[in-house]
């Protein structure tokens, strides 16, 4: 399988900074979708946002940011102003479109927003 | 929002015991899945469904595990000899269909199986 790595275990910060979790991903296809998860501590996946590998726009969702870069085959997310309700797992997946259906999951980083 | 469940949200099993994880995935959507995390680790996939059989499975997916759609609203894992490493949290989820926007997979908020 083509994996993802993400390469941060864990990451701590004080509440109020921004905080960038990497996630780089092999592919050989030409047509790919990326997904960011959110674990928090109660245990469910909440869906954050998919891209397509033919969209290479950048995305801001309030506190949120995607930085999508084909060339470096990286998909990186930015919180900003961290909250410590921003405690959780974050999960980046991959898709191959038209192929297995499978998610394809980073192992994961921890991030913890001390107060 | 339309969400996927699953219950129970706990099971505890003694070894070599069959259990049952039921899943009701979101209406609309065609394609089931079945995923696992191993406490601390990533998520693993274990099977997908589609048009009542199962379109692609895991090396992890053995003998001992068969899904089933019973009725038009219930996606079942069934593990019949429960082992030891079949502990951790099982995730179900589901989408509309591959392709575009409904491409998303949506997960329930997991079973976590301890066995004992």
């Known amino acids: 399988a083509q994996k993802v790595t993400q390469a941060q275990t864990e990451i701590s910060v004080v509440e109020k900074e921004d905080v960038t979790l990497d996630c780089v991903y092999e592919?050989?296809?030409?047509?790919?979708?990326l997904f960011w998860y959110k674990q928090p501590p109660s245990g469910e996946l909440v869906f954050l946002i998919r891209?397509?590998?033919?969209?290479?726009q950048n995305e801001i969702s309030g506190r949120y940011s995607w930085n999508f870069q084909k060339s470096t085959s990286s998909f990186n997310f930015t919180i900003t102003a961290s909250q410590v309700v921003d405690s959780a797992v974050y999960f980046c997946?991959?898709?191959?479109?038209?192929?297995?259906?499978?998610?394809?999951f980073g192992k994961g980083t921890k991030l913890t927003v001390n107060p | 929002e339309p969400e996927v469940t699953q219950t129970p949200s706990h099971q505890v099993t003694q070894m070599g015991q069959e259990v049952i994880l039921r899943c009701v995935p979101i209406?609309?959507?065609?394609?089931f899945y079945w995923y696992r995390q191993i406490l601390g680790q990533k998520v693993e996939f274990l099977v997908s469904?589609?048009?009542?059989?199962?379109?692609?499975k895991s090396e992890i997916f053995d003998d001992q595990f068969s899904v089933e759609r019973p009725d038009g609203s219930n996606f079942t894992l069934k593990i019949r000899s429960t082992k030891l490493e079949d502990s951790a949290m099982y995730f179900c989820?589901?989408?509309?269909?591959?392709?575009?926007?409904?491409?998303?997979?949506?997960f329930g908020p997991g079973t976590r199986l301890l066995v004992l």
């Open positions: 989820a589901s989408s509309e269909a591959p392709g575009g926007a409904s491409e998303t997979q949506y």
């Open positions: 592919t050989r296809d030409t047509t790919y979708y």
């Open positions: 891209r397509n590998s033919f969209d290479e």
């Open positions: 997946a991959r898709r191959t479109q038209g192929g297995s259906e499978k998610l394809v």
């Open positions: 209406s609309n959507h065609l394609y």
């Open positions: 469904f589609y048009n009542n059989e199962i379109s692609e």
